[in-house]
């Protein structure tokens, strides 16, 4: 989960506790609360005990405008309320992203000297729809906990494997953000490319290589190979070692021609969806596959 202290970001998973405390909430609330009533009392709409005066300008006596026409303009006194009131919501609107708002406060600022008390009632009126209509512009996803766990998995299939296949712990990174997305079509997608630079691999080990061609042609390869060196050994390798290279070079084959026939034709050509419970089952069998070899090889 993100920290409190920072920004969240595009694509940032954040928790509901770290929503509120970033961005106090709380805080934000009552500040528009009182300023919405300071508008309403500009406008000569609350009654003179429900007037929002901090207590020392109680204490002193002091007005927070000229007189009760609508065309007063406000006092020093005043002016000090409203930046008390709206100085800080600046700053705390920073982290929010509301440009907008701020803009709008500073405006407000810079006129509250010259400004009549309805013109400033427009204001503030108008600073708090563009608090709203600016809050609506940012949206949040909701996940429960075991999606969010999901979702921020780094490495979701151990360090070894992340640091033996770096590009498909990325594929696999991506495909558990997709399920936990609900994203199943996409997961699969993206735990067939893991797949494939897992082929590239073994291609490699075998003296062929893997770019565009279909899978079913590398496959045939591959498999030819693993016939000659059974019947011939491994040129370099005493018998143990080539039968245990063997062993995991054809297992490694056996289990992308299931992906193949299984999955990836599928996904590829546009056959069928995946709901995300197919999606979560792939990952883990593609997970482990790439698991088991990293073990013996890598990128």
Known sequence: MSSAAGELHPGELCSLWDLMIKFDVRLLIVRLSHIERFEKELCGHLRPEERPLEPQMKSLGEPLWANDSSAALTTEAGRKWIWATIGPLMDELKPLGLTACQLEIQHIWNHADRWTRLQLADGFAALRWKVAAELNEKFFLFLDKQDAELFEREEPF?????????????????????????KGTAAVFHAMRAVEIG????????????????????????????GEWRR????????PDKDAKLEYLSRAAAEIGYFKDGWRNYVSH????YDTLEAKSIYEHVGSFMKIL??????
């Open 158 to 182: 151990g360090s070894q494997m992340a640091g033996a296949f770096p590009s498909a712990n990325q594929e696999l990174k991506d495909a558990a953000q997709c399920i936990s997305l609900g």
């Open 199 to 226: 082929i590239r691999v073994v291609a490699r080990e075998v003296g062929k290589s893997f770019d565009v061609q279909q899978w079913n042609d590398i496959l045939n390869q591959i498999e030819s190979v693993l």
């Open 232 to 239: 011939n050994g491994i040129p370099g390798l005493l018998k």
């Open 270 to 273: 546009n056959k069928r969806p």
């Open 294 to 299: 990293s073990e013996h090889l890598s990128e």
